[in-house]
């Protein structure tokens, strides 16, 4: 008998992991009470990182076929004026059921799909339990604390995806007084439209309708750039994702005992630093590749995989909510404005190279990335940008 893995939620994080266990050596067991649920949404963006990850099993060269590939980042004030350009950033952008349906390809037929909901998940007959359910994780308040549920931001996030590609002079971010708005190419000749702004709207259940009146109204007018109005006025309410952005609470530990929170039961942030998504597959990876070395017992796995993913994820939780304060501040930002005009253009994080034999290299090895905290997207579907 292998050594039972129960793995907490079917999202990005849940299937990576799943995909990643040798089934030679490990019963993998996933449970999701929606599965459907995953197979939606818009765009994601995937860094070096988690693409070397995924070469690991054997799915990034597909996705990367598929992908858009993006190489320049540029950030614009709410009229569409340039303020600061990033060159080589390398990011894949595909889309939410792409990845799901590559990963959902990627697991071992051997690995058992249970249909329903774990509140407790401490009565699991497992040898390890992995919490990857999200920013609302029932894993992570059971097992570390009923004071760590999720804390809603006082921002709204509205995303939806329009036909036809945009016209290059259009992409990027534009961030405006107390709002931020961006739009980027995705698969299929399209295009990917996402807008932030505080609301007291929610926090459950916002109506898109409504969200989409309220930054309709924000950003009328000539102070934003025309492609801005244009976008919003064409929003379809019933193709239009509206949420509350949530982040998870600061965490002193991602392991007790035998459990381990990965992804965003971890350390779920704000869309800002485009890394959910990217972080919940490097956790994955490097929580299964610690786990699969059979000189390492399961507890010393666990310990290792804590000592290497907790303070990036932590760092980058925080990073990411500073962002968010910075690109839609309420005040100062014609001093923002100006001071971005003066930052010289940055390069992307460096990471090993994209191209067919570095992902071929990372295919025939189990071994934890070398950029372990890669930059991408979000992984729960209620923190994505």
Do not use: K
Not at 148 to 154: F, I, K, M, Q, V
Request: glycine share 12%.
């Amino acid at each position: 008998m292998g050594v039972r893995v129960a793995i907490v939620g079917g999202g990005i994080a849940g299937l990576m992991m799943a995909a990643c266990l040798p089934p030679e050596r490990f019963e993998v067991t996933v449970y999701e009470e929606r599965p459907g649920r995953w197979g939606t949404g818009a765009a994601i963006g995937l860094w070096p990182g988690a693409l070397h990850a995924l070469a690991s099993i054997g799915v990034a060269q597909h996705l990367v076929d598929g992908a858009i590939h993006l190489d320049r980042g540029l950030v614009r004030d709410a009229a569409g004026t340039p303020l600061i350009g990033m060159n080589g950033i390398g990011l894949r952008m595909v889309t939410r059921p792409q990845l799901i349906e590559a990963l959902e390809a990627a697991m071992p037929p051997d690995v058992r799909r249970v249909t329903a909901a774990v509140a407790d998940p401490r009565g699991l007959p497992a040898d390890i339990v992995i919490g990857a359910d999200g920013v609302r994780s029932a894993v992570r308040q059971t097992v570390f604390g009923t004071d760590l549920g999720p804390r809603a931001t006082p921002w709204l996030a509205l995303r939806g995806m329009r036909a036809g590609a945009p016209l290059a002079q259009h992409v990027g971010e534009y961030w405006g007084r107390g709002d931020l708005f961006g739009l980027t190419p995705a698969p299929g000749e399209s295009t990917y439209w996402f807008v932030a702004f505080r609301s007291t709207l929610g926090p459950q259940d916002v109506e898109p309708e409504e969200a989409l009146a309220q930054a309709r109204a924000l950003m009328a007018g000539p102070g934003h750039a025309p492609i801005v109005r244009e976008l919003l006025a064409q929003a379809d309410p019933a193709t239009t994702l509206a949420q509350r952005i949530f982040e998870a609470p600061p965490m002193a530990r991602v392991v007790r005992g035998r459990v381990a929170l990965i992804g965003d039961a971890a350390h779920a942030m704000t869309p800002n630093l485009g890394r959910g998504a990217c972080e919940a597959i490097v956790d994955a990876h490097t929580l299964a590749s610690l786990l699969s070395e059979t000189r390492r017992s399961p507890a010393a796995a666990l310990a290792a995989y804590e000592r290497r993913r907790l303070l990036p994820g932590q760092v980058l939780r925080v990073a990411s909510r500073a962002l968010m304060r910075v690109a839609a501040a309420e005040r100062g930002q014609p001093a923002r404005d100006a001071l971005l005009r003066r930052v010289p253009a940055p390069r992307g994080t460096p990471g090993p190279p994209l191209g067919s034999r570095g992902l071929a290299r990372a295919a025939r090895s189990r071994r934890p990335p070398e950029v372990v905290s890669g930059q991408d997207s979000g992984e729960d579907g209620g923190n994505r940008l």
